[in-house]
Structures are given as structure tokens and as C-alpha cells.
Nanobody, 115 residues
Framework: QVQLVESGGGLVQPGGSLRLSCAASGTTIFSKYSMNWVRQAPGKGLEWVSTANPASSGGTTHYQDSVKGRFTISRDDAKNIVYLQMNNLKSEDTAVYYC?????WGQGTQVSVSS
């Protein structure tokens, strides 16, 4: 079982930026996982945000349409960390953000966008 810990959330004004980090432990094959970010806004269900595929699968990245051009997912396989750089944040980005593989997920980090 992979343990995942997210960090980097907080309160930011519209138009601001945050970088979320997700550190993985309990695995020696982090580099082989597709890593995902999902979010859950208040009163809503889980929503997929972004995926970073492993280098063995081309290292491709994918984004939900609403975050394309504003969010960037990246990974450091040497450190077992996946990042989500979020720029030009909007109020609708307010949510708890979770990172995970298909099977294991972290506890989440709160992102609040408000003036």
C-alpha cells in the first residue's frame, strides 16, 4: 500500500498561484505509477483534475478542460513526489485536492480561492 501526503494548499486571491506537492512512501516503484490529482468542491462530488503517466508510458500529461493552460502537473521520480502548479486560480478552483494512484489516495489539502 502506498502512503500519500499532500501539502501546499492554502488561501489565495483570485489570479494567484499555489503549488501542491504529493509525497509518496511505501513503494519502490513510484516511477511506474500513473499519478492523479482529483478535487472535491464543497457540496460536490469528486472531480478528476490531472494525470501524469509514467515515463514507460510516454510520460504524457492530461488535464480537465477547465484547468488546461492554468495547471501543470509534474513528477520527480527520484524523490517520489508529484506536483500540481496552479496559476491564475479562480473561485471555482476552491476544493480539497487529493493525489493518488488508482488504488491509494492521500488525505487531501484544502485550496481556497477568495478575495
Amino acid at each position: 500500500q502506498v502512503q500519500l501526503v499532500e501539502s501546499g494548499g492554502g488561501l489565495v486571491q483570485p489570479g494567484g498561484s499555489l503549488r501542491l506537492s504529493c509525497a509518496a512512501s511505501g513503494t519502490t516503484i513510484f516511477s511506474k505509477y500513473s499519478m492523479n490529482w482529483v478535487r472535491q468542491a464543497p457540496g460536490k462530488g469528486l472531480e478528476w483534475v490531472s494525470t501524469a503517466n509514467p515515463a514507460s508510458s510516454g510520460g504524457t500529461t492530461h488535464y480537465q478542460d477547465s484547468v488546461k493552460g492554468r495547471f501543470t502537473i509534474s513528477r520527480d521520480d527520484a524523490k517520489n513526489i508529484v506536483y500540481l502548479q496552479m496559476n491564475n486560480l479562480k473561485s471555482e478552483d476552491t476544493a480539497v485536492y487529493y493525489c493518488g494512484t488508482m488504488f491509494d489516495w492521500g488525505q487531501g489539502t484544502q485550496v481556497s480561492v477568495s478575495s
